[in-house]
């Protein structure tokens, strides 16, 4: 079935410092969505993106889908205590729509501040 | 409306019991979603409503398992002779009909079974 992975599986900054997580799946995909997850919250919507090679950037974070629709990118600058948690991406279950999003295992980012 | 409501937000049983879960999705979002979430890990899917038809169903979802989401509006999620395998977090979301914009989550039912 379609797998979503995404590396690093932790990531620990200080407070300031730049931080990526990058996710990848096995199928081309119709778009990709970002989450995040608070420590002992839910999975909170970030952004979709649909078109091959699109950027969008939200403040400090800057999301990127891949030319060939199979991975994509999530690059936070300058982090603040306030970017911790753990970011999931997920993809639809089948390429041309799915009733359904494949989430990778996620990225849990801590900071020192 | 303020947001996907759940309910409970813990439960503690007994391996063996039957426990069930509700979920109310926000009104006007005719799909509605069962997710399961361990910990480290994302959540995987458990099986998916358009208004009151249940779509899809994992094949991680085995026979101790059901929902319903009656009249499309809130959904139940119903686990039989739970066993410890079960402790997870369930999580309910609902997103509108048309197009991708995201899921709304609600915040959770935690199940621990002892």
């Known amino acids: 079935g379609q797998q979503v992975m995404q590396i690093p599986q932790y990531q620990h900054v200080q407070e300031g410092e730049d931080f990526t997580t990058y996710c990848n799946s096995s199928t081309t995909l119709s778009n990709i969505q970002w989450y995040k997850q608070r420590p002992g919250g839910h999975p909170v919507f970030l952004i979709q993106l649909v078109k091959s090679g699109e950027v969008k950037k939200q403040k400090r974070l800057t999301f990127q889908f891949g030319e060939a629709k199979k991975n994509s990118s999530l690059h936070i600058t300058a982090t603040q205590t306030t970017d911790v948690g753990t970011y999931f991406c997920?993809?639809?279950?089948?390429?041309?729509?799915?009733?359904?999003?494949?989430f990778g295992q996620g990225t849990r980012l801590t900071i020192n501040p | 409306d303020t947001g996907v409501s759940q309910d409970p937000r813990h439960k503690i049983t007994k391996r063996g019991q039957n426990v069930t879960f509700r979920c109310d999705p926000i009104s006007e979002h005719n799909r509605l979603y069962w997710y399961r979430q361990t910990l480290g890990q994302g959540p995987e899917f458990l099986t998916y409503f358009q208004n009151e038809a249940q779509l899809e169903k994992s094949r991680l979802l085995s026979d101790r398992f059901s929902a319903e989401r009656p009249k499309g509006s809130f959904s139940t999620l119903e686990i039989q002779r739970t066993e410890q395998g079960d402790s997870a977090m369930y999580l309910c979301?609902?997103?509108?009909?048309?197009?991708?914009?995201?899921?709304?989550f609600g915040s959770g039912t935690r199940l621990t079974v002892v």
């Open positions: 979301a609902s997103s509108p009909m048309a197009g991708w914009i995201g899921y709304t």
């Open positions: 997920a993809g639809p279950g089948t390429f041309q729509g799915a009733q359904k999003l494949v």
